[in-house]
């Protein structure tokens, strides 16, 4: 049977110990499906031919990372996987810390340059925000306004993802197809 693309992750690490978050590593498992059920049946019943369930939407399972092109391709190709898996965002960029656009799929008439800009600022007010208020590490910025969020994850150490999503979007399903991308664009930064 061939591999259906079906995957779940875990988190695991050497010890089992207390760990900090650096210390994670994340791995495909592939998990088959499960067989059918054999149901006993009278000998007079006759069955139809039943067609197999399809296979689950993949849309947020993680893809392999692409291996060819520049970073800036792959990079790239990250951003429009996560558009098309996530048909509430309307736009995204992957910001450096110094807020320096370093890939994007931004509408026409948007400019990259001051969606950086602002993406850095954001974070940094918030890292800030959250270091001095006693709650730790930032891990994600939520900005809700009257047509729709601004919604920004760190990716990787370098990086921070910032996506413009639709008003009436799925925030949970938004934020987990993000910090996918995120991780995934984390691993081509290095």
Known sequence: ???SGIGDYFISDVEDDVFEDDD???APVVVAPAPA???PM???V???EVAPYPAPATATARAPLPVEGSREERLVGCLN?????SVEIQAAALVSLDGFTMAS???PGMQEDRVGAMSAAILGLGERAAVELGKGRLTQVFIEGDDGYVLLVNAGVRAVLTVLAAQDAK???VLYDMKSAAAEMGEILG
């Open 105 to 107: 799929a931004l509408p």
């Open 171 to 173: 925030l949970g399903l």
């Open 81 to 85: 996987g996560l558009i098309a898996r």
């Open 42 to 44: 009278a000998p007079d």
């Open 37 to 39: 059920p054999v149901i």
């Open 1 to 3: 049977m061939a591999d």
């Open 24 to 26: 994670l590593i994340i």
């Open 46 to 48: 006759q069955v139809a």
